[in-house]
Structure formats: structure tokens, C-alpha cells
């Protein structure tokens, strides 16, 4: 067990610089902080390779899932509350933050009648986590990174989502290999669009099913509502003229649960 005090010990810059996505790209790694996060990665099978712990912020259950890291092959590295305020990316970190070699990532078969999550170009990392969380809670079988939106190791994306980054099928592609994989594997493909024909309740999202949403501010793309067998739209009777892409997923990800029983 090794120990680092300094927040300018040149491992524990190196590892904060991988809160920055061209280093993530660049070493191959990224960061996983806090102890449900962590907990979350190794229930997903995630090979945490390096756990920087502060013990002076320990609480809950965090001791259990140092113990879980190690003996899963994690190497366990003790550092003070200085080089942990370095490495961490939160205004109350509870001292655990664990190190793993970025992912490749490819979708498993799905089934006959799959609802699956389609997200185009999204900007940012806490509407990205919100899905992926509303995705787990929904029971989504896959959810498709289409376009350079955020990365979905962005810290960020990992705190919102609360983990469920883990434990998803999700994988990121160009728009136009996304567009021909839902071709091929014959999904309907239903999008998001304010000028919609259906409301989202009206539409039958119980077959096989790829729900599209676009970026906050400027939705979808034009080749998308063009491609979608149907587009949907949420109503609005106020002065507002959307939703946060969040919140609009979220009621037409468990409407489709609804439907489907």
C-alpha cells in the first residue's frame, strides 16, 4: 500500500489531468468518484485498477467497497485530504476515486421487442447522466451515443447518472452508422420533435422501438425527423416552448414502459 500527502506529487497531477476528455482519449483511463459510483463499477464489472483514498472523509458503506475494489485487484492507494481536494472533482467528495482503462463497448443481441434509447449530439454531461439513470429505471435495453456529443466518461455524466453508466448497454457511433444499424436490426424509429404529428401517449411503443432525442437547444437534426417512421411531440399549454431533453425523455421512456405492462 503506497501513500501520497502532496497535491503536487506528479502521480496525483497526472491522474487529476484525466478529468480533461483529450487526456481521458490520450492515456486510455478515466475516473470513477465516489463510493456508490465505485460500487456501481464493479457490480458492471468495470477492472478498477487503482483506488486513491483519503480515510479522514470516509462515511456509509465506503470501507466495504474499498475492501470489494481490492479484492476485485485494485491497487489501493492512501492520500491526504490536500491531494484528494486535487484529484476530485466535487465540493463534498467522500475520498474515494478510482482509476479504469476506458472500455470498448459493443451491444449485446437484443430482443424481438427492444426499446432502446437513441441520443443525438447531447451537450451536456447532467442531462446525459438523467437519462442514463431514467434508461436503468425504465429497463432500456440499449442506449446509442450518436454524433461527438459528451463523453460519456465525463465525470460529470458519471455522478449524474449515479453509476448506471456501469451497469447499461450503451455505445456511442457516427449519426449515419446509428441511422443504418436501426435500419438493419429493423427498429421503428420514433423521434422528438416539437412539431411532432403524434403525441407521445397516442403513438404504440410496445414492438421493437428506438425513442430519438435531440441536443437541448437545437433537438434533432433534419435527417432524423426524416428518417423516423413517426415524429412525437409533448404538448405545452404555457408560455415555455419545450422541455429539458431530461424531462422529455423521462416521460416518453415510462410511457413506453407503461404501455409495455
Not at 92 to 119: E, F, I, M, Y
Not at 221 to 248: C, H, K
Request: glycine content about 10%; proline content about 6%; overall charge negative.
Amino acid at each position: 500500500m503506497r501513500e501520497l500527502t502532496s497535491p503536487q506529487n506528479p502521480e496525483i497531477k497526472a491522474t487529476a489531468r484525466l478529468r480533461e476528455r483529450r487526456d481521458r482519449e490520450r492515456e486510455g483511463r478515466f475516473l470513477i468518484e465516489g463510493t456508490r459510483e465505485v460500487a456501481r463499477a464493479l457490480l458492471g464489472g468495470v477492472p478498477v485498477e487503482r483506488l486513491y483514498v483519503c480515510e479522514d472523509l470516509l462515511r456509509g458503506d465506503a470501507r466495504d467497497v474499498v475492501g470489494s475494489a481490492q479484492a476485485a485487484g485494485a491497487e489501493l492507494v492512501l492520500v491526504s485530504r490536500a491531494a484528494f481536494a486535487k484529484l476530485s472533482a466535487r465540493e463534498n467528495p467522500d475520498g474515494v476515486l478510482g482509476v479504469a482503462p476506458l472500455p470498448a463497448r459493443t451491444l449485446p443481441p437484443l430482443p424481438q421487442d427492444a426499446l432502446v434509447l437513441v441520443l443525438v449530439g447531447l451537450e451536456k454531461p447532467g442531462n446525459l447522466g438523467a437519462l442514463l439513470r431514467t434508461a436503468d429505471g425504465v429497463g432500456v435495453d440499449a442506449v446509442v451515443l450518436a454524433g461527438r456529443g459528451v463523453d460519456l466518461f465525463n465525470p460529470n455524466v458519471i455522478r449524474a447518472s449515479q453509476g448506471s453508466v456501469f451497469t447499461q448497454s450503451v455505445v456511442t457511433m457516427e449519426e449515419d452508422a446509428a441511422l443504418a444499424w436501426l435500419r438493419a436490426e429493423g427498429f421503428e424509429l420514433f423521434a422528438l420533435a416539437p412539431e411532432g404529428s403524434v403525441t407521445y401517449w397516442a403513438a404504440d411503443l410496445t414492438a421493437r422501438v428506438a425513442l430519438a432525442l435531440g441536443t437541448e437547444h437545437e433537438g434533432l437534426p433534419p435527417a432524423w425527423e426524416a428518417a423516423a417512421d413517426q415524429n412525437l411531440r409533448i404538448p405545452m399549454r404555457g408560455g415555455a416552448d419545450s422541455l429539458n431533453v431530461a424531462t422529455a425523455g423521462a416521460l416518453v421512456l415510462y410511457e413506453a414502459l407503461r404501455q409495455r405492462g
